[in-house]
């Protein structure tokens, strides 16, 4: 019997907010599915599309932003400039070929441990169905291979 | 009495080399780009364009290539050397500027310390070049003291018929005589001399033995010079890229804290942090003075530690660069009144 | 001033006489015959070099910036001959404080037919860039209808698998030459993200991760900057059509935040400012 395609999830989220409903979620005894690795930020502002390339590059399926909601940031205003930047960088990843579904943005505050584990088991399940990232981790198995000529 | 390979054999050739386990490389083309590549039927040869905008050295010093793979354990560190594979090849139909560029670098290659991977693949390599009957406004090969049908560095050479149907064809080195006897058939002898061909016309654009005085006089280092003709530069580094016989690069490894590749990436002098210490001090702060370097670098330097200098006259340098440089006009400057 | 060349040349002659501008950055003949380059004019004995048709099309703006000829401005202002792109080019460099608006004359001018010898150029009054405003808003309220929205369009109607392959295709040339940085006004960052290594962000070999990476990485470093000038996709020694991705974010940050470039020198950058009811189709 095959192993079942376990999708590898990186989540770039704030400290004030969503790692708080990570916690929660935690603490809730909420069952949600092990697939993510969660690096905790200060803020969504600092979140930069660096980071997301860097996830892609190292295998990841699937990316998930979330920080505090509009008008709650710990920083006022950090998760306001991240909202426009992943306006644009999704757009761009999506017309370079990598799609939309695997770049999830969320807004997750600290008493919804809930959504959190919610979000996780719909992005888990959701990538099960797509599959792993084939297309990127052919690039990144080629890097190793020898010069062709 | 002459030798000749006829167009309408080439599928044989290809098919003839392919058997023995030798690849077949050649000028290709489409619409966006012209290269030396992977040729599998005589139909992906382009024999028309002048030269291909890539240049031969891509085929024996790629432009990244791994060397050596690397895993970080606890108590040691694993090491594996890339091997490159025992490959036969045949690369037809290569400009003569281009054959010559490969012995220019071949000095560099092997000096010092020897680069296994470029002379691997040299040793690998029968180069059967095409004499030019076509110029542009860019080829200066000429002015190099070289011409349109050098054969140095070219196992083969091939003139074209005047007839277009084939090419006459010369040994060059005792490889290149090998591979003619290899390939018996597809090649045919006639009786009489057969017409050919000339070869291009190039003008000498500039005086080679001026331009040598002017680079070794005292003055012209710290001359203003330099700062006039390369105030265009942007430091974009594609003269480098396209040049048959520049031979930078860096050395990085790719990886994370545990395991990698070290590779061997091409680089140019033009980049702004090509000289850039890791104190921050930058020897080369301005495109003046890297400028100066590209020039005597190619036609001083090198021609004082190996005796060859470090241009074949192809002209890509000047027919991509973005802001109408290339080497050309600094030496047609500099053979005339430039450098005070 | 004037809306002739005639009137330029004469204007330039009168700054440099004057001692106003330190030089004058315009076009002149290139090495053959269908080619035209930069040229920086310091007296006026020079200026029968400059030329002006339809095959200047580099954008100036670039100059600028370029370190060493900052330093020969030397306090001074400096004429630069400038088509629209380049004037919004000096709009962002502006606003992004990386020039003084006030220091720069624009000697502006737009070609009929750029690219073609034989084209018409008229000449563009104003020499600031605040006289640019209303033909800048006239440009952004035509939007983006050209030959590159169509490929945009038919490229969105393919699945992601096939847009993916169709860029990994395009990006497989990508020898990492940065000619397209180094020609582009608005790549000014003295040490650029791909340069650095502590940490490495992004490969810098030239294989097709390497290549992805760069290319998406300014894509994303010009969107909202981008005048559309196409210096970068013309120096492309590999023919990759970069045009495609900088317009298609040129059309991204217009139809979200109603963002065209360098419509003034004191606009705010597109991803450096925000507003409370920013567009979130897609955030949960």
């Not at chain 1, 599959?131 to 198995?141: Q, V």
């Not at chain 2, 080439?10 to 619409?31: H, Q, S, T, Y």
């Not at chain 2, 490159?84 to 400009?95: D, E, H, M, T, Y």
């Not at chain 3, 990508?174 to 650029?192: D, E, G, N, S």
């Amino acid at each position: 019997m095959t192993k079942e395609f376990e999708p590898k999830i990186v989540a770039f989220v704030c400290t004030y907010c969503t790692y708080a409903g990570a916690d929660l979620a935690g603490t809730s005894r909420l069952k949600y599915a092990p697939n993510v690795r969660i690096v905790k930020l200060p803020c969504t502002g600092r979140i930069s599309p660096m980071f997301i390339l860097k996830a892609l590059q190292k295998g990841a399926d699937g990316v998930l932003i979330s920080g505090c909601h509009p008008g709650d940031c710990h920083f006022t205003s950090g998760n306001l400039h991240a909202r426009r930047r992943w306006t644009v960088f999704r757009s761009l990843l999506n017309f370079v070929g990598i799609p939309d579904e695997r770049i999830w943005v969320s807004w997750i505050s600290a008493a919804e441990g809930n959504k959190f584990a919610e979000i996780i088991n719909e992005m888990t399940e959701k990538l099960k169905t797509l599959g792993p990232f084939e297309p990127y981790k052919t690039l990144i198995r080629d890097i190793e291979s020898p010069a062709e000529i | 009495m002459a030798q000749i390979l006829e167009k309408n054999k080439l599928d044989e050739m290809i098919a003839r080399l392919n058997g023995d386990g030798c690849e077949v490389f050649g000028p290709r083309k489409n619409d966006t780009s012209s290269w030396y590549g992977k040729i599998s039927r005589a139909e992906e040869f382009c024999f028309d364009q002048i030269l291909p905008d890539r240049p031969l050295k891509e085929l024996f010093f790629p432009r990244t290539e791994p060397m050596m793979k690397y895993e970080i354990k606890k108590q040691q560190v694993d090491a594996e050397n890339y091997v490159l594979p025992k490959k036969q090849r045949v690369i037809f139909g290569a400009r003569p500027c281009d054959a010559v560029s490969l012995t220019i670098d071949d000095a560099l290659f092997a000096w010092d310390a020897c680069d296994e991977f470029w002379f691997e693949r040299r040793e690998n390599s029968v180069i059967v070049s095409i004499a030019c009957n076509k110029k542009d406004d860019f080829c200066m090969c000429t002015s190099l003291k070289s011409s349109p049908d050098v054969s140095t560095g070219s196992d083969v050479l091939l003139h074209e018929l005047v007839d277009s149907a084939g090419w006459r064809v010369s040994a060059i080195t005792p490889a290149g005589q090998d591979f003619i006897d290899k390939l018996g058939d597809v090649f045919s002898t006639t009786s009489t001399d057969v017409s050919v061909k000339p070869p291009a016309e190039v003008p000498v654009k500039f005086d080679l033995d001026a331009v040598i005085r002017k680079l070794n006089s005292p003055e012209i280092f710290e001359s203003d010079f330099w700062k006039t003709i390369s105030v265009r530069c942007v430091g974009c580094g594609v003269c480098t890229f396209v040049c048959p016989t520049c031979h930078c690069f860096d050395i990085q490894d790719e990886g994370d804290v545990y395991h990698g590749v070290r590779r061997k990436n091409w680089d140019s002098c033009s980049f702004a942090m090509f000289t850039r210490h890791a104190s921050g001090h930058n020897p080369r702060p301005d495109q003046a003075s890297r400028w100066r370097q590209r020039i005597m670098h190619k036609f001083n330097y090198y021609l004082e530690r190996f005796g060859q200098i470090s241009c074949t006259g192809c002209g890509r340098c000047s027919r991509v660069c973005p802001v109408d440089m290339g080497v050309t006009q600094t030496l047609v400057t500099l053979s005339t009144n430039g450098g005070k | 001033m004037g809306n002739t060349l005639e009137e330029h040349i004469k204007r330039t002659r009168q700054l440099l006489e004057c001692g106003e501008v330190a030089m004058v950055i315009g076009y002149e003949r290139g090495s053959v015959e269908n080619r035209r380059r930069a040229t920086f004019v310091k007296e006026v004995s020079e200026l029968e070099r400059m030329v002006l048709d339809g095959l200047c099309c580099e954008n100036l703006a670039n100059y600028l910036v370029r370190e060493e000829l900052l330093r020969s401005f030397d306090g001074k202002k400096v004429a630069i001959f400038l088509t629209t792109a380049g004037v919004r080019s000096v709009n962002i460099l502006a606003a992004e404080g990386q020039i003084n608006p006030d220091c720069v004359i624009i000697l502006g001018f737009e070609a009929e037919k750029p690219g073609e010898l034989d084209s018409a150029i008229k000449m563009l009054d104003g020499e600031h860039v605040d006289h640019y405003a209303d033909s800048i808003q006239q440009l952004k309220s035509r939007g983006f209808v050209n030959d590159r929205a169509q490929v945009i369009v038919k490229l969105e109607m393919m699945s992601a698998e096939e847009r993916f392959a169709f860029w990994r295709e395009q990006f497989s040339r990508c020898v990492k030459c940065y000619a397209c940085r180094q020609v582009c006004p608005m790549c000014y960052c003295r040490r650029c993200i791909v340069d650095c290594n502590q940490p490495q962000w992004i490969n810098a070999s030239a294989h097709d991760l390497g290549n992805l990476e760069w290319n998406l990485v300014r894509a994303f470093h010009l969107a909202g900057r981008c005048v559309g000038c196409g210096n970068c996709e013309r120096a492309c020694p590999a023919g990759i059509p970069l045009m495609l991705l900088n317009q298609r974010m040129a059309q991204e940050v217009l139809k979200e935040f109603n963002h065209f470039a360098g419509e003034s020198s004191t606009q705010l950058p597109v991803l450096a400012d925000f507003k409370k009811d920013d567009p979130e189709t897609f955030i949960l």
